[in-house]
């Protein structure tokens, strides 16, 4: 079973500009999120999507961060325009969707570490 | 407020030797909590998860136990390896709002 795929896995941006981020889900997983992970932390919830529709975007700087989730696979992560507190690893994480008799076990990505000059 | 707390200090355990780690959590009702590993450079990787009822759950060489009266889980590593060093990130359901909350982990190390 093919894991979940991230990419890029490294950039580097100056502040003021932005940046993408990209992520393929375990084939089957409803439920899509992305975290932020600062050096020295757990990861922190920016938004858990199911299917289409987000569930909890409550922790994301909406301001500069977006997130969309087309038909309900692939999503995309965009910061516009990076600030330097926004250097982390984004990781992305797929799951069965809860009650559907899976747990909210979660299968992440390998991350990709934003630097921001 | 609500705070889930693992030891933030390094823990350094010698081969062969059982590894324990602590997850504290305050404010919280979960009906579920995880743990995961991490490595260096890689994403999270899940290991086991206890439901509130469950008094202990055991993997392998892995164990842990979850006590809803003291809010607190322990994980277990017994006859623990060099290659079990890694950071340990504990987890649990927000039931109120239907998402995870991960601790900031502890890191192990198992020296030879």
């Known amino acids: 079973e093919a894991g979940v795929a991230q990419s890029p896995r490294y950039k580097i941006i100056e502040k003021r500009q932005s940046v993408a981020f990209w992520c393929n889900p375990i084939?089957?997983?409803?439920?899509l999120y992305w975290y932020q992970q600062i050096l020295g932390q757990g990861p922190k919830l920016l938004i858990q999507f199911q299917n289409n529709g987000v569930v909890d975007d409550s922790q994301l700087p909406k301001d500069r961060f977006s997130a969309e989730r087309l038909k309900g696979v692939d999503s995309t992560l965009k910061i516009q325009p990076a600030k330097l507190e926004d250097s982390a690893v984004y990781l992305c994480a797929s799951s069965l969707m809860p009650g559907a008799g899976g747990t909210y076990e979660q299968y992440f990505g390998p991350g990709t570490r934003l630097t921001v000059t | 407020s609500q705070k889930i707390e693992q030891n933030s200090e390094a823990l350094n355990i010698q081969e062969g030797k059982t590894a324990t780690l602590t997850c504290n959590y305050t404010n919280y009702s979960p009906a579920y909590l995880q743990w995961y590993r991490q490595d260096p450079g890689r994403g999270p990787v899940f290991l086991l998860l206890i439901r509130e009822n469950e008094k202990e759950k055991r993997k392998e060489r892995l164990k842990v136990t979850f006590d809803t009266t003291l809010k607190q889980s322990l994980f277990h590593i017994t006859a623990s390896q060099p290659a079990d060093s890694a950071t340990y990130l504990c987890a649990l359901d927000d039931s109120s709002a239907s998402k995870i909350i991960f601790g900031s982990g502890t890191r192990l190390s198992i020296r030879p």
């Open positions: 084939s089957g997983h409803a439920t």
